[in-house]
């Protein structure tokens, strides 16, 4: 399997800050990396697929960027409602997709 | 715009079948991936199987001895059962689309979710 680690696990942070977010996969996945975000309750959200390019609907502030083995995924001037728990997933082995464990983004 | 929606038994005894239904409205089910993912505190996001309509279906091996997709295009709905089931089976089961853009090198991620429907393993 196609392990994906994120780091940090949590972090916080104030309205207006920017934040970066990477994830890391245990082996070349190119471009096939998706970001969601989840808030309490819900489900997770698309944000960003194939690395870098933006779901439709999502804020431009959102970005992500990399490849190979290493992303990022960045928020410029966070917004209290950007306040979430951000994962990744690899999307290059379709026979096993796998999750990063979670990023918990919480108010400083 | 497509919607899912989850439904079944929200407790499940130890050692029987859980059986959740996705229910999708707002577009059609053929021609698309079909796919059930589940998170627990334990484990995280993990992905179950996916099926397409024209029967292809795969799983996860950590799952698959246990786990069947299957679907009912007339109703618009596909559905899950996974048996023999542990408390270890204690979940919030989503349902999703599988996107396949065969034109950019076959991208793919799972857009739009259902709401989620939390399954507890209890005697």
Known sequence: ???????PSSLSASVGDRVTITCRASQNISTYLNWYQQK??????LLIYGASTLQSG?????????SGTYFTLTIRSLQLE???????????NILMYTFGQGTKLGIK | ????????????KPSETLTLTCIVSGGS??????????QSPGKGLEWIGYLHDS???NFNPSLKSRVTISMDTS????????TSVTAADTAVYYCARLNVVIESGAMNWFDPWGQGILVTVSS
């Open chain 1, 40 to 45: 309490p309750g819900k489900a997770p959200k």
């Open chain 2, 55 to 57: 029967g292809t279906t």
């Open chain 1, 58 to 66: 999502v804020p431009s502030r959102f970005s992500g960027g990399g």
């Open chain 2, 75 to 82: 109703k618009k709905q596909f559905s899950l059962k996974l």
């Open chain 1, 82 to 92: 950007d306040f979430a728990t951000y994962y990744c997933q690899q999307s290059y």
């Open chain 1, 1 to 7: 399997d196609i392990q994906m680690t994120q780091s």
């Open chain 2, 1 to 12: 715009q497509v919607q899912l929606q989850e439904s079944g038994p929200r407790l499940v």
């Open chain 2, 29 to 38: 089910i053929s021609s698309d991936y079909w796919t059930w993912i589940r």
